[in-house]
């Protein structure tokens, strides 16, 4: 959009806003309520954002820890926000792990000859190169196991748990290879973690105990689950091949990308934002989380093309190694530790319909956000829900800063969540518009409170 | 169910009956009104009918024409037949095409390596061993390949035509390869027929002319095709990779599968229903469409089971080879041209929620029909909808005989069409219950019509 565009849309909209006669809350200035109605024009109409994303995550695709991808994408980025006239993009060095899946396999031998979709699990070890052949054991939960403990030994087990919710459904992810190899189990196959399936299987991060043996652990459709456990109680013996190649290799250089508008009252009060530039080594990592990274990029990006000049220092972070370590946000926590940061938002759930922002942090903040909330009211994005954060920030918050995480309709999340389906395809430019909105005038208006 | 449990339902049913007093069409006896209601009883608390579909899906898998897993399928299925105490289950020789699959693989090069999801389309030819490597054009639909015929040679053409309806997309399955090769392609790549995807592509026959140079053609994804087609635009140039083994062999036996309860009175007048026992190689075929089969035989099971003596003789015909040659469906009508079917209902639409049957005939014949639909109204599935009919029983048709098919909810219909996503998770046992009662009360209440 040409500046001079821009200037017509504000100059309607302050025409627009001479009649408004409603009680404004306390904080909402008539300047501060005119500057949110011109962000939120701008970033409606903006294209430039979701081209913006789709093309970087059509020219490097997912981009896991230790990959050349997430570095090359990490370059792209710095060059590109520079082009956008930032003169202090930078990155700030992190180690991360790297874990490579290499080929992977899962046939069914028995009762008919089949290849299932797989996909290994983060961090999980290789299968010997002959691969795994052996009978299943179906169970629905860690109780049924335990309770068949004696029938484990050298068999697949297959968790065929269905989504209650992701908090409690993900335990068989983090801890099914720990407790089928307590019992003897050869290899551990989990039934993905998503409520809706077209026989998609879903990645995400492991845990092995150093008390217990690795065994390699894999995920399997919803679809190919029930039917394996269907099998197994109607009496059929089916027997699968395995044959999985991950490997830990020693960990590599990542980058955090840090890029502010440094405060012109407040600088040293820093309100703080962004996603991370990793993802599983699936699809694109669109939703998770190249939108996140974007949408708090083009908030940053229209803040300074409409010319606002924020009291306190607005920083975007793109923290790297969010999947499958954390070592981003635990590293920049640590290098910024002496900062004070007064908020830290994150965008990790989706960029689609923003219902408002979840905030974790003292009473009087609150209020003082749900303030600021009533202008996101136009969006549909005008509450201030009970608790607010995420990953990349949780270092942050546990040290007491406050924590804000956008809030979207997140519905169909976990359909896309660490698959192959995590693609733009998913992505909608006016919902993704939406959420850049609501965090140029968050960010913005929390720059400027008393 | 047990045979004393029927009877009660029926007791129950019996007396609840008494005190109705409302006007009843015509055709509809309080004797067929009764039987109706318990034909809908015994049909809606059945479970051997679901847990027989998932053990014909769990236990043969998919049934591609030419395969071992179809014929062994039939041999079950007419084992089972007898078990059920019918006397007259048989299979009738058909001819049917045999194509074969082999491996495939597509591997985009450029920008990014990536292993893509593809399915060859049946009928396909495959790759030359190497496979091939070209460049990609991507276009929205024929008339823009057709104007820019000039930038085909070579190359890989990739249709990205989004979904409008099943009959208009299609198109781009059956005659790609034929349009993309006209001008120099090497190979066609469809976006799969689908409104809906998580990474799922979707086979589906396809046509070569003679006139033509016949190229390998499969479907990729939506996410894929939206992916190349953003690329091309953008300027930048995707190379894939395309490797495909797909050969058309000799000719094979199959069997259409006949069963049926000879009429009490009116024999040679034949009412026959039925689906297809075939499938496309992916997935179960469980909803396309093992389950329009096995809900029409349990229709046959639970009118024989309540001990009931149609007037008019009840046919069951399951078809052979729908997917890739309707040869069972021909060969039915050629077989059995000297009997008289006085109505065909094929199932071929899913197995969700009815909402009645489509009807094409005389109108004498809509007006009955629209009478017994009366009876189905507690099961949501009390219209005649304007048209009806299906590809199996289309021979028929043709020659005149009236045609139906069951209606349901198919609005997730195409999402799981020709997918491994076909599988017996999408089905539903309450459904699919309904759509037994449903084709139980119709076919009876045809059976007995004056």
């Known amino acids: 959009m040409s500046k001079k565009l821009y200037i017509n849309i504000i100059a309607l909209i302050l025409t627009s806003c001479v009649s408004n006669s409603r009680v404004e809350p306390e904080l909402i200035t008539p300047n501060l309520r005119e500057t949110s109605r011109a962000l939120q024009a701008v970033a409606l109409a903006d294209t430039t954002a979701f081209e913006r994303l789709a093309e970087l995550c059509d020219t490097f695709g997912h981009r896991l820890s230790g990959s050349q991808s997430l570095e090359d994408a990490i370059d792209w980025i710095l060059t590109e926000m520079e082009a956008d006239g930032f003169d202090n993009a930078h990155g700030e060095s992190v180690m991360v792990p790297h874990w490579v899946r290499g080929n992977e396999e899962l046939h069914m031998l028995e009762p008919w000859e089949e290849n299932l979709a ?56 983090y801890r099914g290879a720990i407790e089928a190899a307590k019992y003897g189990a050869v290899a551990s196959l989990i039934r993905s973690v998503t409520p809706k399936s077209l026989n998609t299987p879903h990645t995400g991060g492991m845990t092995y105990a150093d008390t217990v043996k690795k065994i390699p652990q894999a995920a399997i459709t919803v679809e190919a689950a029930e039917m394996l456990h269907r099998m197994t109680k109607r009496g059929q013996a089916p027997k699968l091949h395995l044959k999985m190649e991950g490997q830990t290799l020693p960990d590599t250089e990542s980058r955090n990308i840090v ?8 600088p040293d009060e820093i309100i703080v934002m962004g996603g991370h530039t990793d993802s599983w080594d699936v699809g694109q990592g669109a939703m998770d989380d190249a939108s996140g990274c974007v949408a708090s990029w083009e908030a940053l990006r229209l803040i300074k093309t409409l010319g606002l000049k924020p009291k306190r220092t607005i920083r975007v972070v793109f923290w790297t190694n969010e999947e499958n370590g954390l070592r981003g ?6 290098d910024h530790k002496d900062e004070n940061h007064i908020l830290a938002i994150e965008t990790d759930g989706g960029v689609f319909a923003p219902e408002g922002f979840g905030f974790t942090g003292p009473d009087d903040m609150r209020e003082k956000l749900q303030q600021i909330a009533s202008l996101l009211e136009p969006l549909g994005a005008g509450k201030i829900f009970d608790s607010g954060g995420g990953a990349d920030i949780s ?8 924590g804000m995480g956008l809030r ?4 169909t999340y976990f359909w896309y969540h660490h698959t192959a389906a995590d693609m733009m395809t998913m992505l909608d430019r006016d919902e993704f518009n939406k959420c850049v909105a609501a965090l140029a005038i968050m960010a913005y208006s929390v720059s400027e409170m008393e």
């Open 118 to 173: 797989i996909l290994g699990l983060g961090g999980s070890i290789g299968t010997p190169e002959e691969g795994i052949t052996a009978e299943v054991i179906a169970v629905s939960d860690f109780e049924e196991l335990a309770r068949r403990k004696d029938e484990v030994l050298g068999k697949i087990v297959v968790y065929n748990a269905p989504f209650t919710s992701y908090g409690k459904t993900v335990t068989y992810r």
């Open 259 to 266: 890029l502010e508008i440094r405060g012109s009252e407040k």
């Open 329 to 334: 946000g635990k590293a920049y926590a640590e």
């Open 395 to 402: 270092p942050l918050t546990n040290a007491g800063v406050p």
């Open 408 to 411: 979207v309709d997140g519905s």
